[in-house]
Structure formats: C-alpha cells, structure tokens
C-alpha cells in the first residue's frame, strides 16, 4: 500500500513525495534558504547596531542640550563669549569651573562612545560634530587655562586627544 493509499487518497496521484524530492528539497533549503536566512540575521544585526549608535548619539547631543542650557542659567560667566572672562569673583570661579568639568565629562563620554580612527563617513560626520563643540571651547583662554586641572581622573587617550586640540589654540 502507498502512502497517498494510506492517507485515505488525501494526496493527488503524482504529488507522493519520495525520497528523492524530500533530497532535492533539503538540497534547495540548504543551498538557497540557509544563506538566505544568513544574509537576514546579518541585515537585521546591523540595523539593531545602527539604531543603537543613533540612540547613543541622541542621548549624548541631548544632554549636550542641556548643558548649553546651564550655560545659559549663568549668563554673568560670559561663557558664549569667546574671549576670557575677565574679573570674576571666587563664586563666579567656582561656578565656571563646574561648569568646566561637567562640559568636560561631556566631552570625554563623547570621545569614549563616539571616536573611532578611520571610520565610515556617517560616524566621522558624527564626531567631526563633537569635535566641533571642543574645538569651540578650546579656543576660550580660560577653558584652556584650568583643562589640564579639569583632565585628572579622566580617560588618557581623552587627555590626550583634548590636549593636542587646545594646544592647536594656544600656539596660534
């Protein structure tokens, strides 16, 4: 008796798989389904990493956001100024070098989650942005003035990436 027999005539006659067609059907699933399912795990990976590292850099140019919003709240600090200011008292000191330090711890979580060397443009144009923020505070005399104050405990390759920036101001 068939199996089509045996299965009380559920098939139609010609469409009784055997084991050749189960063979040629396991051959179709690993040469043409397996690497297809491959390639869609692999897509579907880098989208997930692409929409992680878009969130990070949100996060981080939101809190930047915030921090541009504290400068703000101190408007006697002149820090939107790019000159040095001048004459402040001991509480106006304090403040800007609170200030200093959280745009400073900023920065470096910036360089930890965003700087890569030789990396594909849509990440450089991210951290040519953050590179930007630097550069602009870099060049404020007084930032420049207490950044080695502002740098201990912080990441060394920071330290140094920072550095070479304010140095670039410095000299000229």
Not at 21 to 50: C, D, F, H, N
Not at 96 to 119: G, K, N, P, Q, T
Request: aromatic residues 12%.
């Amino acid at each position: 008796m068939t199996w089509a027999a045996s299965t009380g005539g559920i098939c139609k006659p010609g469409l009784v798989m055997n084991i050749e067609t189960w063979e040629l059907l396991s051959y179709v699933v690993t040469v043409i389904g397996l690497p297809m399912a491959v390639i869609l795990i692999v897509v579907e990976k880098r989208k997930e990493r692409q929409a992680e590292e878009d969130a990070v850099y949100e996060a981080i140019s939101n809190n930047y956001q915030e921090f541009l919003r504290v400068v703000l709240d101190h408007p006697d600090l002149h820090l939107f100024s790019m000159t040095k200011t001048p004459e402040l008292s001991d509480e106006q000191q304090e403040r800007m070098m609170v200030i200093f330090s959280m745009l400073v711890s900023l920065f470096e979580r910036a360089f930890i989650l965003l700087y890569e060397e030789d990396v594909p443009v849509a990440k450089q144009r991210r951290w040519s942005s953050w590179e930007d923020y630097m550069r602009e505070w870099c060049a404020r005399e007084d930032f420049r003035e207490v950044l080695d104050d502002l740098l201990l405990g912080e990441d060394p390759d920071f330290g140094i990436y920072i550095r070479k920036l304010a140095a670039s101001y410095a000299s000229g």
